[in-house]
């Protein structure tokens, strides 16, 4: 599997790595903020099997960044991982494109659940589409 | 006669070098204004029976251009003899005394060279066969031999890829006699570890002739022999130490060794075993600590205190005048000690985490009060704290694995020949007995459930005695036991 993390603090995407590696069998590809990402998406044809995205970045906070992606991928699975805990910015982050939402500060075990949830529900909506 | 009505031939004037390796030519401009012709030098140097080689011949013959050389000019040269060489090897490595040293380190002063396997150690120039040479004439100039032993590799040695290095292939002593080089694998000290020979530190195995004084450091990665006494030393065996004439340890020596001990005798004295410790005539006031048996079966076992995970082979236990005497058996000290350790850690940790989770709980529960800074914090140290549960709990459970192996060796016991004297305590995993009067041999002491209840017996002759035993707490279990609930 690949993932991407999207965070502009190299610390936060080191701990969502540690987080999530036990998991087995996952490529990690990092991006410092939004204009990385879409450059680090166009350079990966193959795609990812889930993107993590963090809402406050410079030069392109995740928010714009969900939309961009959205406008030519409706597939890919993406994950707000961010500090924004208000109900307005989930709705957002929900009518933008994002498949779930984890709130910082999470503990290990909520992360791990919310990818694994996220995951499931994308291989059955691929498997209801076939 | 005036130069003017000179042959031109007179011009040329050719010098040869006394070593015969050169040939000077220059032209007598008196004489020859315009030059001499190649040609006209060509002969001379044919009359003179120089050599010239063909190439250079031909090109005097034919080229026309005058020579004019007012001052000498090398035209020919030798090619000068190359020597034999034996080759040298020079070594990169010194001994520690040969680096400044403190008056304080009498005992560090060694002049024993050793090396670890891999380390590169000299430096290797190969012996170079001579060739003779040719002076300008053309004949042969011989070459000379040069006196010496040719530089040679011996055992336990060889080359680096860049065939200069030399590495050292097993761990050893280095020797350089003749200009040759090699490694004994063992070191001999013909007499006394002492200040003649410092401290020692050797990767391979050591055969001290003598004994091993007070104070002084023995360290091998192999096997340590030695032929007279280990005084109060600290001695480290990687394998087995042999204590041919025994062990005096004056209460603050201590031997160690990764497999067996062995001895004539052994007193006063710390030792730890990763097998076996074995006497010949006593152990007589030491703290043995050892994974394998105790074994002294024509001799003693009194007073001090003796671990044997293995359990006890002996003739007797204890003396005649009650001086405390301590045997535990099915017990391994070092696990227990390690695992005393490693709780202290898991306890650190686990005061860790709980500061680390109730200094975030507070902030966790007003979440909205908290700027972005803060919540990302809040994720490093709660991922933190995971993080150290789930190492601590492994760390945990390996250790109660460690313990749950240990019980396997709960059926060790302790054979006496002749006899148990009374007031020996006696120590298995969770059970102690001190007996109370003399026991006669030959007799088998060991734990034994009857009716559910386990006991400390002694078996001789078929028959068994219970030995008035009681729970022996295990402060250590007790506490991995309490550690593992808490998980």
Same mark, same amino acid.
């Given at each position: ?7 502009? $603090? ?7 790595? &540690? ?5 087995g ?18 350079s990966?044809? $193959? ?6 995205v ?5 030069n ?13 991928? #409706?597939?890919t699975?993406?994950?707000m ?5 208000? &109900? ?6 929900? #009518? ?15 992360l791990?659940e ?6 499931? &529900? /994308? ?8 | ?14 010098v040869?070098?006394?070593d015969?390796?050169s ?7 008196a004489?020859a ?6 040609a ?17 011949l ?10 004019k050389l007012?001052?000498?000019q ?7 003899p ?10 990169l ?11 304080? $380190?009498?005992?560090q002063?060694?002049a ?8 590169? +150690?000299?430096?290797?120039?190969p ?9 300008v004439f ?7 031999s040069?006196?010496?032993q040719?530089?040679?590799?011996g055992? @336990? ?36 570890v ?5 401290? +020692?530190?050797f ?5 001290? =002739? ?6 002084f450091?023995?360290?091998s ?6 032929d ?14 042999i ?5 005096v340890g004056?209460? &603050?020596g ?13 007193t @006063? ?24 048996q ?8 009194? /007073?001090? =205190? ?12 204890g ?8 045997v535990?058996?099915?017990i ?7 695992c /005393?350790?490693?709780l #202290?850690?898991?306890?650190?940790q ?6 680390v989770?109730q ?11 908290? @700027?972005?800074?803060?919540k990302e914090?809040?994720t490093?140290?709660?991922y ?17 694995r $460690?313990?749950d192996?240990?019980?396997? #060796?709960?059926?060790?016991d ?18 102690e007995?001190?007996?109370q009067s ?9 734990r ?23 729970v022996?707490?295990d ?11 808490a998980t």
């Open positions: 599997m690949k993932f991407l993390l999207v965070d502009d $603090s190299r610390t936060m995407r080191n701990i969502q790595k &540690k987080i999530l590696e036990p998991m069998g996952v490529e990690f590809s990092e991006a410092g903020d939004g204009l990385e990402a879409l450059t680090a998406i166009a990966n044809p $193959s795609g990812f099997d889930l993107i993590f963090d809402w406050n970045m410079p392109m906070d995740g928010i714009t960044l969900v939309r961009k992606i959205r406008e030519t991928d #409706k597939r699975p993406l994950v991982v961010t500090t924004e805990a208000e &109900k307005l910015r989930v709705i957002d982050a929900i #009518k933008a494109g994002v498949n779930n939402y984890v709130i910082k500060p999470f503990t290990p075990q909520v791990t919310k990818t694994q949830q996220t995951l499931a &529900k /994308a291989r059955g909506a691929v498997a209801a589409a076939a | 006669m005036s130069t003017t009505n000179l042959p031109m031939a007179d011009a040329i004037r050719i040869v070098s006394e015969r390796l040939a000077s030519l220059s032209v007598d401009a004489i204004p315009d030059g001499v012709t190649p006209m030098v060509a002969a001379h140097l044919r009359a003179m029976g120089l050599r010239l080689d063909k190439e250079r031909s090109e005097f013959a034919s080229s026309t251009l005058p020579i007012s001052k000498p090398v035209i020919i040269q030798g090619r000068p190359v020597s034999d060489s034996p080759g040298s090897i020079e070594l490595v010194t001994p520690p005394a040969a680096e400044g040293q403190t008056a304080d $380190s009498h005992y002063r060694t024993i060279l050793s090396a670890v396997a891999g380390a590169a +150690i000299a430096r290797y120039t012996p170079r066969y001579g060739l003779d040479g040719v002076d053309g004949r042969p100039l011989p070459h000379q040069q006196a010496g040719q530089a040679m590799l055992p @336990n040695t060889r080359l680096a890829e860049n065939g200069q290095t030399v590495l050292a292939t097993a761990g050893g002593v280095i020797r350089l006699q003749d200009n040759r080089l090699w490694i004994e694998t063992k070191l001999e000290i013909p007499g006394n002492d200040f003649s020979t410092g401290n +020692i530190d990767a391979g195995d050591i055969h001290v =002739h003598g004994n091993i004084v007070d104070l450091k023995v360290t990665g192999g096997n340590i022999e030695v007279g006494i280990i005084e109060a030393a600290n001695v480290r065996a990687g394998q087995d130490l204590a041919t004439g025994g062990i004056k209460d &603050k201590g031997c160690i060794a990764d497999h067996d001990i062995s001895g004539k005798y052994m @006063n004295a710390h030792l730890e075993a990763g097998n076996d410790v074995i006497a010949e005539v006593e152990i007589s006031n030491c703290r043995v600590i050892c994974s394998g105790v074994r002294v079966e024509r001799g003693t076992v009194q /007073a001090g =205190h003796v671990t044997a995970a293995g359990g006890i082979i002996c003739q007797t236990i003396t005649a005048s009650n001086v405390p005497t301590v535990e058996v099915g391994d000290e070092h696990l227990r000690q390690y /005393a350790e490693k #202290k850690q898991i306890d650190r686990r005061r860790q985490v709980l500061q989770r200094t975030i709980e507070p902030l966790l529960r007003n979440q909205k009060k908290l @700027n972005p800074q803060q914090r809040a490093e140290l709660l933190d704290a995971s993080e150290l549960e789930t190492k601590t709990n492994q760390t945990l459970q390996d250790l109660k $460690s313990y192996t240990m019980k396997t #060796k709960a059926h060790a302790i054979r006496v020949s002749e006899m148990v004297h009374g007031g020996v305590t006696l120590r298995f995993q969770g059970m007995a001190v007996v003399n026991l006669r041999g030959p007799l088998r002491i060991a034994r459930q009857t009716c559910g209840n386990w006991q400390i017996v002694a078996i001789s002759n078929g028959s068994v005695l219970p030995l008035p035993s009681h022996c707490a402060k250590v279990m007790d506490e991995l036991n309490r550690a593992l609930a």
